[in-house]
């Protein structure tokens, strides 16, 4: 508050939405809540006490709207495949004018964000007052495993071995062989004739299998 003309030293009071401060030397009042509140201002002249009163509006330019990305749809290892973000918002939804911002240039009305590429994004929720929330999201590319050799084909009693090319996922990844975790560096030992199932399972987790 900065009162003009007077002499000082001054005295400060705010009151408004059930809130009424004592009378202070400082002209800052903290911590006071969006609303329309009466600040006074006062100081003394020769045994007089002179005061003027004013009315202030403050607005919620900047509250916040928390955030959490529940759904992910990951978009296949195509490059020309797209994904998609699905938003849910904890407040605010009763707030009629959301845009949701992808990456600070495109806007979207729904929680719905459609065509995503592979990588990392930024998303931004701004309501009507201009509050802000963001929050960080990775586009993953979805998990695939491909055969890309068989080698030592079991001849008698001579195991096999399958090399397998992994893409897209999050690493480190886990080898499965017929339901059995086994170490591989990009290929698979010991394995016996027949068919068998190998599964991937990346940290995320998301899981690929492949028959052979």
Known sequence: ????????????????????????????????????????????????????????????TSRPLPLAITKVQENPVSASSLGT???????????????????????????????VPAGDHTISVVDSDGGVASAAAYMRVRLTAVVTGVSNRCAASVSGTVAIEVSGGVAPFVFRVDGEVKPSFGFLSGLDAGTHQITIVDSSPTQQSVSL
């Open 85 to 115: 973000f699905v938003l849910t918002i904890q407040d605010g939804l009763s707030d009629p004018h959301l845009t949701f911002v992808l990456d600070g240039t495109r806007n979207f009305t729904t929680q719905t964000l459609t065509d």
């Open 1 to 60: 508050v900065s009162p003009i003309g007077g002499s000082g030293p001054f005295r400060y009071r705010l009151e408004g939405e059930g809130v009424s401060l004592p009378w202070q030397s400082s002209n800052i009042f903290d911590n006071i809540l969006p609303g329309v509140y009466v600040v006074s201002a006062e100081y003394d002249f020769f045994g007089q006490t002179y005061s003027a009163v004013a009315s202030l509006g403050l607005l919620p």
